[in-house]
């Protein structure tokens, strides 16, 4: 079969690129960069990262990869699989030969078999690594696990091309194959809700296990996760609004408290800009701004801002730091234009939150740093963050 022949020839001059790549003339490709223009792959590509497979397709050459979109990805993380399950199921993605548009759908006899870095990492039993690609009835193409018997995903589009060196296609879904799915876990000595319930966190911990977005948040863990909790106070005061929304809004305002990468105090500062969250998907981008004003973090949407006010944990890969607000994402709340200047947003926390305190929070934003006892505690907390390190 010409795939295996050439996979056999791949692995021959993979020392010779390693090389390559490690030297700074290369014009190797580099995953990360081409898929950061495309935020509809954006957990597919921290994924990559997470899981170091952005490394292996950088330094390789004549591959294909099949990306999904971060809908097709939240469900395949919502099976609280390790990350090196999850790296298993992302290497089926990685075809080690080069599938351009018209090849895939010019194939000879209208099917074939290629291997995959799941087959190379020596980790898939007998053909598991391989993936079917079938020309199948008008124009489409199927793909599937060789193993598990059928097509399950097809198709979308290009994303992008560099003959012959790497090509990116979109595909409708994750390849599923039981035995890339086989338990691989490592389980994290970490429990969230426990670390939440013992500081100040306690209620935020009960709506995790109510909705179960605690397993989102007890998954992500490995692979670098930082969360950010509304003390117990700030979440009674906005227990009368949690309750209107519906249960996929619940879930979703909850998820949007964490962010999928672990970032230190020090991080958190030098990285200042929009993240996405857990709660971010195709269609929703559920994003908020991180800003730095002198030495106080808040966050930012279009609706509040919050201000960090404490750290529960900074042990890589796991970050928790305490909020004085409920992060209001525009999917869910209107933000609000009206400001009210005799707003008193002090560090009475407890306090129920109004659109109209958020709005006057925005406007507010320039003073912040000048209120001297918050700061103090927000400078004092963060130091303790730092040498509990
Ligand atoms: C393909 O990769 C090689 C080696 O890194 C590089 O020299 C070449 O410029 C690349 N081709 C294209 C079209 O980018
Ligand atoms: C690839 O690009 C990302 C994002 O631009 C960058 O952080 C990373 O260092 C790059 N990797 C290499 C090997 O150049
Ligand atoms: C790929 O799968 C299809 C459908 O299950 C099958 O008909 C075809 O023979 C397979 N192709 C190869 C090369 O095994
Ligand atoms: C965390 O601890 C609680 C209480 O001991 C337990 O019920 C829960 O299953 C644990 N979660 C994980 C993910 O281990
Ligand atoms: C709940 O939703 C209704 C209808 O949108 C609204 O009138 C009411 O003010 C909301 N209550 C709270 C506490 O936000």
Same mark, same amino acid.
Request: net charge neutral; proline share 5%; aromatic share 6%.
């Given at each position: 079969m010409?795939?295996? $022949?050439? @996979?056999?020839? %791949?692995?021959?001059?993979?020392? +010779?690129?390693? =090389?390559l *790549?490690?030297?700074?003339?290369s /014009?190797a490709? $580099?995953? @990360?960069?081409? %898929?950061a223009?495309?935020?509809q +792959?954006?957990? =597919?590509? *921290?994924y990559l990262?997470?899981t /170091?497979?952005?490394?292996?397709i950088?330094r390789?050459?004549?591959?294909?990869?099949?990306v999904?979109d971060?809908?097709?990805?939240s469900?395949?993380?919502?099976n609280?699989?390790?990350?090196?399950?999850?790296r298993?199921?992302?290497?089926?993605?990685?075809?080690?030969d080069?599938?351009?548009?018209?090849?895939?759908?010019?194939?000879?006899?209208?099917?074939?078999?290629?291997s995959?870095?799941?087959?190379?990492?020596?980790?898939?039993?007998?053909?598991?690594?391989?993936?079917n690609?079938?020309?199948l009835k008008?124009?489409?193409?199927?793909f599937?696990?060789?193993d598990?018997?059928h097509?399950?995903?097809r198709?979308v589009?290009?994303?992008?091309?560099?003959p012959?060196?790497i090509?990116?296609l979109?595909i409708?879904q994750?390849?599923?194959?039981?035995?890339?799915?086989?338990?691989?876990?490592?389980?994290?000595a970490?429990?969230l809700t426990?670390i939440?319930?013992?500081?100040g966190?306690?209620?935020f911990?009960?709506?995790?296990?109510?909705t179960?977005?605690?397993?989102?948040?007890?998954?992500?863990?490995e692979?670098?996760?930082?969360?950010?909790?509304p003390?117990?106070?700030v979440?009674?005061?906005?227990m009368?609004?949690?309750?209107?929304?519906?249960?996929?809004?619940?879930?979703?305002?909850?998820?949007?408290?964490?962010?999928?990468?672990?970032e230190?105090?020090?991080?958190?500062?030098t990285?200042?800009?929009?993240?996405?969250?857990?709660?971010?998907?195709?269609?929703?981008?559920?994003?908020?701004?991180?800003?730095?004003?002198?030495?106080?973090?808040?966050l930012?949407?279009?609706?509040?801002t919050?201000?960090?006010?404490?750290?529960?944990?900074?042990q890589?890969?796991?970050?928790?730091?305490k909020?004085?607000?409920?992060l209001?994402?525009?999917?869910?709340?209107?933000?609000?234009v009206?400001?009210?200047?005799?707003?008193?947003?002090g560090?009475?926390?407890d306090?129920?939150?109004?659109d109209d305190?958020?709005?006057?929070?925005v406007?507010?934003?320039?003073?912040r740093?000048?209120?001297g006892g918050r700061?103090?505690?927000?400078?004092?907390?963060l130091?303790?963050?730092?040498?509990?390190?």
């Amino acid at each position: 079969m010409p795939q295996r $022949n050439s @996979t056999l020839l %791949l692995s021959l001059p993979l020392f +010779f690129l390693l =090389f390559l *790549s490690l030297s700074p003339t290369s /014009h190797a490709h $580099n995953i @990360t960069r081409i %898929l950061a223009k495309f935020p509809q +792959f954006s957990t =597919f590509n *921290s994924y990559l990262s997470k899981t /170091h497979l952005a490394a292996e397709i950088n330094r390789r050459l004549t591959i294909t990869v099949l990306v999904v979109d971060n809908a097709a990805m939240s469900s395949l993380l919502s099976n609280g699989y390790s990350v090196y399950t999850i790296r298993n199921v992302l290497s089926l993605h990685v075809l080690v030969d080069y599938y351009g548009t018209r090849k895939l759908h010019q194939l000879s006899k209208g099917t074939t078999l290629t291997s995959t870095l799941f087959q190379a990492s020596g980790a898939a039993p007998g053909t598991a690594g391989y993936v079917n690609i079938t020309n199948l009835k008008g124009g489409k193409v199927g793909f599937g696990v060789e193993d598990s018997g059928h097509l399950n995903a097809r198709f979308v589009k290009s994303i992008k091309e560099i003959p012959y060196n790497i090509s990116i296609l979109q595909i409708s879904q994750v390849l599923t194959s039981a035995e890339a799915e086989a338990p691989t876990a490592e389980p994290s000595a970490l429990n969230l809700t426990t670390i939440l319930s013992k500081q100040g966190c306690k209620s935020f911990a009960d709506l995790l296990k109510a909705t179960g977005a605690d397993t989102t948040y007890q998954v992500n863990i490995e692979a670098g996760l930082t969360v950010f909790c509304p003390t117990d106070g700030v979440i009674k005061g906005f227990m009368p609004r949690y309750k209107n929304l519906t249960a996929p809004q619940k879930t979703s305002l909850l998820l949007y408290h964490g962010i999928p990468t672990y970032e230190s105090v020090q991080m958190l500062k030098t990285n200042n800009g929009v993240v996405n969250t857990l709660a971010t998907d195709h269609a929703n981008k559920y994003d908020f701004t991180i800003q730095t004003s002198g030495e106080v973090l808040t966050l930012e949407t279009k609706v509040i801002t919050a201000t960090i006010t404490g750290t529960l944990i900074d042990q890589e890969p796991l970050a928790v730091y305490k909020l004085n607000k409920v992060l209001l994402p525009t999917e869910l709340f209107k933000p609000t234009v009206t400001a009210s200047p005799s707003e008193a947003d002090g560090p009475s926390a407890d306090a129920p939150q109004s659109d109209d305190q958020a709005a006057a929070d925005v406007n507010a934003n320039g003073a912040r740093g000048v209120d001297g006892g918050r700061l103090t505690m927000v400078l004092l907390s963060l130091c303790m963050g730092i040498l509990l390190m």
